[in-house]
């Protein structure tokens, strides 16, 4: 019997309509696999249909920038609690970062560790980024064939011991095998001088103030950053992508460079988008990310680089911790540590900001389905409704409002900054190859997720 899902706005890569998302003959829909997406008048007789109304079949979206910690710091997210809370929002494919876990992934074998933690615990499906660090540059290529999806690195100390920061010199280094892979080098984009020189003048400050982090991270140290990285990658053609981009300043340089032809990407994040300096209260710590969030002119100016383009995708730098490590009774924000957590709530957090400036559920999309997909080379499978990828998909209803509260959350600590939100738009069910894997509140299956690997 075959198998469809009926909606009247299904997101397609060919614009938004009612529509029927229909399987592959088969058992469990050959599974999961897309046949068509199609009129409901063309479904075959006697098709096994649900049909989920108003409601939009949004692609299930697919996060590049996920911190999920495991092996070794396990007590901060884990496999098991971060595609929980991943199904709860939306997502059906995570592409975790190499650092934090620990081993770091900056070999084989720190590669296949993860595979073996990860096994039996997704929700959803995931792939991993490999490093690049100091001083692995024989073992970028081997972590290519071993199915990596691209590299990640620090310009600047990443925050935790186990994954060094890369230099321009160790960068000629390992450019070479990385422009050979073919694959991504995904760069966070800040340079020390800029910040210590910031940070000598700061030593009197009042630290729990987020005017005062904000001035020790100056936007200069981006634009420096990504300036060398262009010229990098203008000598040595490798595929570039600058991670959460936070200050629109870039934005000018990087589209110039994009005009040129060099193979640039950028993302930014949900908290760069709906947050801004101004509104962030003493000791408020939940907020304390790298880079920064800037001013609320500086929020618009990204929203209008989403807009023309000059960003590609919205990623959520899920990189939660321990609540003691946010320091949150000193509120101070040269102790706590760097990193928002809101997996769960990034699409909602996106799309109330994004229909109060004009953008539609297509936009959505592209940004936080398609584009991703796309950087991480699983596009193949996921991405977009239509034929011939997997059935992946979130129930959204685009239009109910909710007020973001801790059981919301679903990731091992249920703190966020997003916490009192009150938002537009709810993922009532997340589909993982055709089947629900979140529905209503519950989850209601099995550890169905699996590594989706590039080779």
């Known amino acids: 019997m075959a ?68 092996p070794g710091r396990t007590e901060w997210e884990g496999f098991s609690t971060a595609t929980r809370a991943a199904a709860a929002g939306g997502y059906t494919t995570l592409v975790d970062m190499p650092l934090n876990c620990l081993p770091a992934t900056t070999a084989v074998a720190a590669l296949e560790a993860k595979r073996e933690a990860a096994a039996g615990q997704c929700l959803v499906d995931w792939a991993a980024w490999g490093g690049a660090v100091a001083d692995n540059q024989a073992h970028l290529l081997p972590l290519a064939r071993a199915g990596v999806a ?28 990385i422009a050979e892979s073919g694959l991504p080098l995904l760069v966070h984009a800040e340079l020390a001088g ?12 009042d630290w729990r103030k987020h005017a005062t982090y904000l001035a ?39 589209q110039a460079a994009r005009a040129q032809g060099l193979p640039i990407t950028v993302e930014t994040c949900p908290h760069y988008l709906h947050f801004a300096a101004e509104e962030i209260a003493d000791g408020a710590t939940l907020l304390k990310c790298a880079p920064p969030i800037r ?60 229909v109060q400036r004009g953008f539609a559920l297509d936009d959505i999309a592209r940004w936080m389905s398609a584009a991703p997909a796309a950087l991480a080379g699983l596009d193949a499978q996921a991405g977009a409704l239509e034929a011939g990828r997997e059935a992946n998909f979130a129930v959204f209803d685009p239009e109910a409002e909710f007020a973001v509260t801790s059981d919301k959350l679903h990731f ?23 089947e629900p894997v979140f529905r209503a509140g519950d989850f209601v299956s099995r550890a169905r997720g699996r590594e989706l690997k590039l080779c």
Not at 194 to 205: C, E, F, G, S
Request: charged residues 20%; negative net charge.
């Open 150 to 177: 691209g590299f990640k690195c620090f310009l600047i100390y990443p925050g935790c011991d186990g994954f060094t920061m890369i230099g321009r010199e160790q960068l000629q280094r390992a450019l070479p095998a």
């Open 216 to 254: 020790s991270r100056p936007d200069e140290a981006e634009l420096e950053a990504i300036r060398m990285m262009i010229d990098l990658c203008r000598q040595f053609r490798f595929r570039l992508h600058i991670v959460h981009l936070s200050t629109a300043l870039a934005l000018p340089e990087l």
């Open 412 to 434: 091992r600590h249920r703190i966020s900054p997003y916490v009192g939100e009150v938002m537009r738009g709810v993922v009532q069910a997340t589909y993982l190859r055709g």
């Open 3 to 70: 198998h469809a899902f009926i909606a009247d706005r299904v997101v397609t890569p060919q614009g938004t309509r009612r529509a029927a998302v229909l399987l592959e003959d088969g058992p469990a829909g050959a599974a999961g696999i897309i046949r068509a997406v199609c009129e409901v008048n063309e479904l075959p007789a006697g098709a096994h249909a649900v049909d989920f109304g108003s409601n939009a079949l949004l692609p299930g979206l697919v996060d590049s920038h996920v911190h999920i910690n495991e």
């Open 295 to 354: 001013g609320r002119e500086n929020r618009e100016a990204l929203w209008q680089g989403l807009r023309e383009g000059v960003i590609d995708l919205v990623a959520t730098d899920h990189s939660p911790c321990p609540p003691a490590m946010k320091r949150m009774e000193e509120g101070r924000f040269d102790l706590a540590w760097g990193g928002i957590a809101g997996l769960s709530v990034a699409l909602p957090a996106v799309w109330t900001e994004a």
């Open 194 to 205: 800029p910040i210590d020189a910031a940070t000598a003048t700061l030593r009197d400050a």
